[in-house]
Structure formats: structure tokens, C-alpha cells
């Protein structure tokens, strides 16, 4: 028997970043399993009313309000940043949104859409993301909620924000990697032409993203340590391979990656034992140090922090 698609609503205000309200529907939509869609994607808004963009036209979202009440996700896209702080949204769209969070299902949001989704009370005593350059005023109106303005996106299991534009592509994969596994959500990314996986703990601002044509580049490093995982890996091994002191190293790294080496390392070992776990017949032993963790233990704390389950399950 075929599953039913996980059913995604996409609440869309007026004054709504059209990107940002075209991203789940562009991720979601490519995200296939033996070519058959497992996600079903409608945008709507209060009464199916067209909807102002901040890009000077309007959309028709075919859909009104009781698209939430049976979603099993919720995504609110981004809405104008000047003006986010200071307005008042739809009282009927934010009971929409408490109910649907009530009943269970699983609620998102894209760059400014977490001034909306804070608007329903549901991120108080929360970690949460925006776009940056919100930041400000998002702790002025709202500040019962973490905000942490330096990551890519959240996931706090039902909760979830992402920061801005690019950022809500990773939240959606990222999502679609968490329901449907690896492989669907790498296959999804390559259909969308973006990068399979951007850890969300990375930096929204990257001081320096392409080095100077006579600036040496922490990247060449990077590649090789992504074909190395499995042997020791420390900060000097790296430098070297760069032809770096360890200092110089640390601080191009992190403004190339806007990460230190050793997170990023290892969120790309738990991304490498994930696909492993869902892609062959390994023991975990053998995944554990096919990932570079050496020890099972190692793997099982560091994949429970990350992904918020154990290997076995």
C-alpha cells in the first residue's frame, strides 16, 4: 500500500517574499522516491485572498485557511523585513497556525516569517533564527524567544526556523533529509541545482567566501578531509595539508566556512555515518569507523546530539 504524501501548507501574507514562498514547493516537489512525489504542496492565505510581494505584484494562492488544519507541516515564507516588527497579522492565520501546532503538526518558517510564527506565542522560551539583519528588531518585539542570528536554521523537532533566502532552501532540505532520509533529500538538492547539505549551525554572514586570487584558500584542504574521513584528523594534520600554521589555518578556515574546523568535521562525519546507516548493511561498528569516530560510543554521542536519535533507530 502507498503511503500518503506528507501534506505541506505554505501560509503566504500579504507584503510576502515571493521566494521565499516558492521554495517549498520547489524543494518539497523534488523530493521523489522511485519518481513518485511524497510531498504535497499548497499555498494559501486567510480567505484565499490574493497576496501583496514585497516584489511589487501579487499572488493567488489557490487555497484558503483549512489547508492548515489538515497539513501535517506548516511554513510561513518571509514578509517584508522594515515593516515586520511593527505590524499586526491575521488573528484568524496565527489561530490557524496554534491549532495546527496543538494537533501535532510540525511548524516552520523562512527568514522574517519567524516575526509571524513568534506572533502565535509558539516560540516563546525558544531558540530561534531570523534573517539578520532583522535581528534587532525581531529581540525588541519579541523577547521571551532566543533568537541566535548567526546560524543558518533550527530545528527544535515541531519547531523549526531558518534564517534568510538560501537559508530557507537548507531548512528544507534539511527537513525532507529528516522525514525521507539522505539520499531522497541529495537526490531533491540536485534536481534544484543547490548544495545537497549546509550544516544549519554555520554562520549567516561568511566574512571571506572566495579567497583573493593570491590569497591561499582553506578549501583545496577541505575536499581532501572530506575524502579522509575516516583516519585522525586533527587541527595540524590540516594545516599542513594547507601549507598553513595552525593559527593562520584556524582563523581562514573559519572565515571561509564561518564554522571552526572541528565542528565542521564533525558534522560532516555524522552526515557520512547517516548516509551510511541508510544506505548499506554496515554494522555500526564498521560505520563508526568508515565515518572517522573510531569508537562506537563516539558515534552514538556525537549522531544523538546532531540528529537527535541513535544509529540503530
Known sequence: MTAPRHRIAVLALDDAVPF???????????????????????????????????AGYSIQPKYGLDEIATADTVLIPGVRGATAAGREYPAEALDAIRAAAARGARVA?????????????????????????WADAFRARYPQVTLDPDVLFIDEGTIATSAGVAAGIDLCLHLVRRDQGSEVANRAARRCVAPPWRDGGQAQYVERPVPTASGASTG??????????????????????????????????????GRAPGPWLIAHRV???RHLLEETDLSVDRIADRAGFGTTASLRQHFAAAVGTSPGA
Open 271 to 273: 552526515d557520512r555515518a
Open 20 to 54: 521565499d514562498v516558492g521554495i517549498p514547493g520547489q524543494v518539497f516537489g523534488s523530493a521523489r522516491r522511485d519518481e513518485r512525489s511524497l510531498y504535497s504542496v499548497r499555498v494559501c492565505s486567510p480567505g484565499a485572498a490574493p497576496v501583496d510581494t514585497t
Open 220 to 257: 583545496p584542504t577541505r575536499a581532501w578531509a572530506l575524502d579522509h574521513l575516516d583516519e585522525p584528523l586533527d587541527l595540524a594534520t590540516l594545516a599542513a595539508h594547507a601549507g598553513m600554521s595552525v593559527r593562520t589555518f584556524t582563523r581562514r578556515f573559519r572565515q571561509e566556512t
Open 109 to 133: 518558517s523562512i527568514c522574517t516569517g519567524a516575526f509571524v510564527l513568534a506572533a502565535t506565542g509558539l516560540l516563546d522560551g525558544r531558540r530561534a533564527t531570523t534573517h539578520w539583519l
